[in-house]
Nanobody, 122 residues
Framework: QVQLVESGGGLVQAGGSLRLSCVAS????????MAWYRQAPGKQRDLVAA???????NYADSVKGRFTISQDNAKSTVYLLMNSLKPEDTAVYYC????????????????WGQGTQVTVSS
């Protein structure tokens, strides 16, 4: 029932910026956190940045100081502002939502977006 719709990916030159958006829709009880992951060809899917429902953030070391995650809880939307992009940032970026189980707050449900391509040229 919950679905995530991403936008904002594209092709940019090294040093440029992109802003990704992810809108969650459907019946959501409570968001534990929203996050962005990325996966480059031949690589595993890694966490890029995450933000809890309360606004606590964490970032992969490789993007600290360059990327900023933010959210609009009223709109169930998460953003990823990517500055100073590097070719190494090239990947498919996936939005992720972790929902708290309304019947058991210690349990969660996970939802994924379809992914959006980010390509950074040299």
């Amino acid at each position: 029932q919950v679905q995530l719709v991403e936008s904002g990916g594209g092709l940019v030159q090294a040093g440029g910026s992109l802003r990704l958006s992810c809108v969650a829709s459907g019946s959501i009880f409570k968001i534990n956190r929203m996050a962005w992951y990325r996966q480059a060809p031949g690589k595993q899917r890694d966490l890029v940045a995450a933000i809890s429902g309360g606004g606590t953030t964490n970032y992969a070391d490789s993007v600290k100081g360059r990327f900023t995650i933010s959210q609009d809880n009223a709109k169930s939307t998460v953003y990823l502002l990517m500055n100073s992009l590097k070719p190494e940032d090239t990947a498919v970026y996936y939005c992720h939502l972790r929902e708290v189980d309304r019947y058991n707050s210690l349990m969660n449900f996970d939802y994924w977006g379809q992914g959006t391509q980010v390509t950074v040229s040299s």
